[in-house]
Nanobody, 122 residues
Framework: QVQVVESGGGSVHAGGSLRLSCTVS????????MGWFRQVSGKGREGVAV???????NYADSVKGRFTISQDNAKTTVYLQMVSLQPDDTARYYC????????????????WGQGTQVTVSS
């Protein structure tokens, strides 16, 4: 059984930085996609960044140049480095794992974590 666990959320002032971590246990195969999504209460879940097992990445336009998704050498942990955070980045951030087409769509992911809260104050 695949389990996804996020950590690293918190509260920062505008302009600050945070790094989120996502650990995946269980096998999702050698060809996979990992992604970060975020959700504000009352709104849909928005794709933030994805990384394919070969290391290629894709980002939402709203975070390009500020957020970086990466994975460790063992490919068991995925990170989301966030810099120049703004109040609009405030959301609950979710990590997800999937084995289908790697895109910023929730329907492409099979396994989800519980999320970690990021709050950015002005």
């Amino acid at each position: 059984q695949v389990q996804v666990v996020e950590s690293g959320g918190g509260s920062v002032h505008a302009g600050g930085s945070l790094r989120l971590s996502c650990t995946v246990s269980g096998s999702i195969g050698s060809s996979y996609c990992m992604g970060w999504f975020r959700q504000v209460s009352g709104k849909g879940r928005e794709g933030v960044a994805v990384i394919v097992s070969d290391g290629s990445t894709n980002y939402a336009d709203s975070v390009k140049g500020r957020f970086t998704i990466s994975q460790d050498n063992a490919k068991t942990t995925v990170y989301l480095q966030m810099v120049s955070l703004q109040p609009d980045d405030t959301a609950r951030y979710y990590c997800a794992a999937g084995t289908s087409l790697c895109a910023l769509r929730t329907s492409n992911f099979n396994y989800w974590g519980q999320g970690t809260q990021v709050t950015v104050s002005s």
